[in-house]
């Protein structure tokens, strides 16, 4: 079945600066990837995903990038707030199944003001 | 995009009990997901819930463990049996709308 693997695990940042996170996955019929935030005690929340014939999507401060070559994807924060802080999830699918999603381990970003 | 509610919010059992978790969207869906989010861990997939038919199980999970319930398309249970302290964790239902995945509260169970 699907991997996902998510780098780092923890991510501290100073407010302002851009946070990267990086995820693998292995199963190259994965065509859908979307990203989660889950502050503390609620929900995984999606905030951005991509699709596999695209190679790039932006939404104010976040974007995400896919390279299906080497099987990648990574979320890019710029400007960060302090807001920002929360544990972020990365997450493939094949489409089949509804959607099903395998998820990476989680990044704990913090952002210090 | 679907709302999503579960009941219970949270819970504390003792260990050998049963406790069944609803979840209730405020529309018709296909595919409803159960995940388990151990503390401070990822999100893992028990099963896929169908209507009309059983649930399909990811491997490491059993049905006489984590039986499930898909009366129609707006609501399905997910009941944690026989439970010991190692299910301590939080149970969310998600549905697909619109080709995204969303997620609801949770449900935050402690085994004693």
């Known amino acids: 079945g699907e991997n996902v693997e998510q780098h780092p695990s923890t991510l501290s940042v100073q407010e302002g600066d851009s946070a990267v996170i990086k995820c693998t996955y292995s199963?190259?019929?994965?065509?859908?990837f979307p990203w989660y935030k889950q502050e503390l005690g609620k929900r995984p929340q999606l905030i951005i995903d991509?699709?596999?014939?695209?190679g790039e999507k932006k939404d104010q401060r976040i974007a995400v990038t896919l390279n299906k070559t080497a099987k990648h994807f990574s979320l890019h924060i710029t400007e960060t707030q302090p807001e920002d802080s929360a544990v972020y999830f990365c997450?493939?699918?094949?489409?089949?199944?509804?959607?099903?999603?395998?998820f990476g381990g989680g990044t704990r970003v913090l952002v210090k003001p | 995009s679907a709302v999503i509610s579960q009941k219970p919010s949270r819970d504390i059992c003792q260990r050998g009990t049963s406790l069944t978790i609803q979840c209730q969207v405020d529309s018709q869906v296909t595919m409803m997901f159960w995940y388990r989010q151990q503390p401070g861990q990822s999100l893992t997939l028990i099963a896929t819930a169908n209507q009309g038919s059983e649930a399909t199980y990811e491997s490491g999970f059993v049905i006489d463990k984590f039986p499930i319930s898909r009366p129609n398309l707006t609501f399905s249970t997910l009941t944690v049996s026989n439970m010991s302290p190692e299910d301590s964790s939080i149970y969310l239902c998600s549905v697909t709308d619109y080709n995204e995945q969303f997620f609801g509260p949770g449900t935050r169970l402690t085994v004693l």
């Open positions: 997450a493939a699918s094949t489409g089949a199944a509804g959607n099903k999603l395998t």
């Open positions: 991509i699709r596999s014939n695209v």
């Open positions: 199963d190259s019929a994965s065509n859908y």
